[in-house]
């Protein structure tokens, strides 16, 4: 067995930069009851069966295939090559050029930031050398372009399509140049690059930009300028505490750093955004109309006022304030990635209003309007979210969706140590997430409908948007497998790992085993160098108890009781919150072990969800589980029982290794074999007639 000085050193083998830095960037919070510190990525390390392999994939595979096709380089199409190099974009800036000719969509170059950010995880994970040089010339490129602007501007779109209409103003039109989208994505990447590597580069290219606009944007005299597609809130205020957090950082940039303006700024977007001049209509006067009275500069007319800007209307969370929506609206990746910024800046200030708002949209999210994957949107149009309870099978349901919501329910986990949470962290990223990229890793899904036929991954997008998202999260994933309150840790996820966190005001290590989420069976190894008295929180999914949305908007029938024992001994235990409390002096090499049942169940939706009536879904674990057409002849006559038992199986030699779920329905009359697979498994194999998600039950 492991002790814990080798554990100890095994988690610290290549920390830099760790030492009290936390992941969140807050260790003190102004709220009442329990905050969770995350651990950064260099105090944790997977060894497991189900996430390392395909962690494996993402870095050397997904990364490469990703940066490739942002080269411009198809190897299905020798022809293309070089045609769509994106990264030339800054080439072109650098050298001056403003010609109005520019490679791929406006917010190219927030793809590209987004793709070092997660391939900067994956490398604090698993390093790199060789990748670290390819992004080191990347952003070389990068630096060049910005040292082409006096002001440290960089948005390759702006220079090079409307030089003169920077942050959208004097006929230009910010909802499409995503001026500020970019330079958030910009910051994150290099927070986030900086952490895994110590290099500065690109931290100061960053920073030097973040200082323009924290002299340009905020109240009068600067100019009213909100993000147009919300993402920057969280990425500055990862800048905030990256120097917060490492005062001498600043030292060894070569630029001004601004600490408390780049928070300051933060709050202005937050606070004024739905603050505005009230036009254009964008309902009754369309898309089209609204572009070009704002194009117009209408809004710039004496009766507005001098600190005016038009709204973005309930698309971008722009029509009224923020803090006064009680209903989670418009496209769905901006309002979750917007409701994830006031998360990360509640973390930091403590705000009551700011946490009220979060629950009621993440309420009316998970309660209302989430679908059984995890994934949000159900809207083609505007790709937004529905009214409450319009789930329909078909629903549109974009991978980078999935991503912001996994994402604001981590964040809401950190601000109210509440398990359930976590459970549908849990859910979107075993489903509505990990179905966005193929086993191979380099075919993905941008719309992913639970029920669909001739539903193809395809090898790149006119809109590749959903690739860089899917690297941000399942790259930040080890991160959130554990967590520390103030006098215990968390365990989130049942993940194979070490990590080295701190309890009772001590070093300590946890190692975890398991073959989650084929089998239950869970063993959490405590290493101390002396006997310590803490808890350990373990969470307990809701699926275990009938539970599968906290709202009661999907239920099964509960699984077995969890019991709990520790060196084999059985210990008693209250839950908190969705978490297992043992609270009780640890010594080194004390292992919890407790088995969740991983078994198959019959899914319902709430009786509101008026298309989903007459249909059940299948899980296992956390698993949502689909019938696809080539292990299903008739798949659209299928009809099952939730009373006709089930099979749960593992297939090593299936879609990398799955279990499946074999059972008996009804087809015109006549009882046929089904097989169903994870849901995140399909399209990996020619299907034609699709796949069911959700399928009709046998009538009575």
């Not at 604090?124 to 952003?139: C, S």
């Not at 009809?639 to 009804?666: Q, T, W």
Request: include cysteine; charge should be negative.
């Amino acid at each position: 067995m492991m002790n814990y000085k080798q554990l100890f050193i095994l988690a610290a083998a290549s920390a830099f930069g760790c030492s009290g830095t936390y992941a969140d960037g807050r260790q003190d919070a102004f709220l009442p009851g329990e905050q969770i510190r995350t651990l950064p990525l260099l105090q944790v390390k997977v060894e497991d069966g189900f996430w390392s392999p395909k962690m494996q994939t993402w870095s050397q595979v997904a990364s490469r295939d990703v940066f490739n096709k942002f080269e411009g380089r198809f190897v299905d199409k020798p022809e293309e090559i070089g045609r769509n190099d994106s990264f030339a974009n800054f080439d072109r800036v650098a050298a001056g050029v403003r010609d109005g000719h520019h490679a791929g969509l406006p917010w190219f170059d927030g793809l590209i930031y987004e793709t070092i950010r997660g391939v900067s995880d994956l490398m604090a994970l698993n390093p790199d050398p060789e990748m670290v040089v390819r992004i080191d010339g990347y952003i070389d490129r990068i630096e060049a372009a910005q040292k082409s602007d006096p002001d440290g501007f960089i948005n390759t779109f702006t220079e090079l399509r409307e030089n003169n209409h920077r942050w959208g103003f004097d006929g230009g039109f910010l909802r499409e140049q995503h001026d500020v989208y970019n330079a958030g994505m910009l910051f994150e990447a290099a927070v986030h690059y900086y952490q895994a590597t110590g290099k500065t580069k690109l931290l100061e290219v960053a920073t030097r930009f973040a200082n323009y606009m924290t002299e340009y944007m905020g109240p009068a005299p600067k100019k009213n300028v909100v993000p147009a597609h919300s993402g920057p809130e969280e990425a500055l205020m990862k800048v905030y505490w990256l120097y917060k957090n490492n005062p001498g950082l600043a030292g060894q940039v070569k630029v001004p750093v601004k600490t408390e303006a780049y928070r300051d700024l933060v709050t202005y977007w937050i606070d004024y955004r739905g603050r505005h001049c009230g036009y254009p209509l964008w309902k009754e006067w369309g898309n089209d109309e609204s572009t070009k009275w704002i194009r117009a500069n209408k809004y710039t007319t004496p009766e507005f006022g001098d600190h005016s800007r038009p709204t973005w209307g309930d698309y971008a969370q722009d029509r009224i304030p923020v803090l006064e929506q009680k209903t989670i609206e418009g496209h769905a990746v901006r309002a979750t990635l917007l409701a994830t910024g006031i998360a990360a800046a509640t973390l930091d200030n403590g705000s009551k209003p700011y946490l009220s708002t979060l629950h009621s949209l993440w309420d009316n999210m998970v309660g209302k309007r989430v679908f059984i994957s995890g994934g949000v949107g159900a809207v083609h149009f505007d790709e937004k979210f529905g009214d409450d309870y319009f789930l329909p099978n078909d629903a549109y349901l974009e991978t980078c969706a999935a991503v912001g919501a996994g994402f604001f329910s981590q964040r809401m986990n950190q601000l109210t140590a509440d398990a359930k949470y976590m459970d549908e962290f849990e859910r979107v990223i075993y489903n509505g997430v990990l179905t966005g990229i193929s086993l191979e890793g380099n075919k993905y899904t941008y719309q992913n409908p639970l029920n669909a036929h001739n539903h193809e991954r395809w090898n790149w997008h006119p809109c590749p948007c959903c690739p860089p998202m899917f690297l941000k999260i399942m790259s930040a994933v080890p991160g959130f497998i554990y967590g520390e309150g103030k006098d215990g840790v968390y365990v989130n996820l049942f993940i194979g790992s070490s990590a080295r966190l701190s309890a009772a005001g001590t070093e300590i290590a946890l190692k975890q085993e398991t073959k989650y989420p084929w089998n239950g069976d869970v063993a959490i190894t405590v290493y101390a160098s002396k006997a310590l008295t803490f808890p350990v929180r373990i969470r307990v999914p809701g699926w275990v108890s009938g539970q599968e949305n906290p709202f009661g908007l999907y239920i099964s029938r509960p699984g077995k009781a969890l019991t709990f024992a520790v060196n084999g001994k059985a210990v008693e235990c209250k839950v908190v919150n969705g978490y297992a409390e043992i609270n009780r002096e640890w010594n080194n090499g004390d292992t919890i072990t407790f088995v969740l049942p991983v078994e198959p169940r019959v899914v319902k939706a709430n009786d509101k969800v008026e298309q989903l009536r007459g249909q059940v879904s299948l899980a296992a674990g956390p698993l949502v589980y689909s019938l696809e057409s080539c292990d299903n002849a008739s798949l659209d006559k299928l009809n099952l029982s939730a009373d006709v038992p089930m099979r749960l199986s593992f297939k090593a030699d299936l879609l990398d290794g799955v279990n499946v779920i074999e059972g008996v329905g009804m087809v015109d009359g006549k009882e046929v074999k089904y097989t169903a697979v994870p849901y995140y498994a399909i399209g990996n194999r020619p299907s034609p007639e699709g796949y069911r998600t959700w399928i009709q039950t046998a009538a009575k």
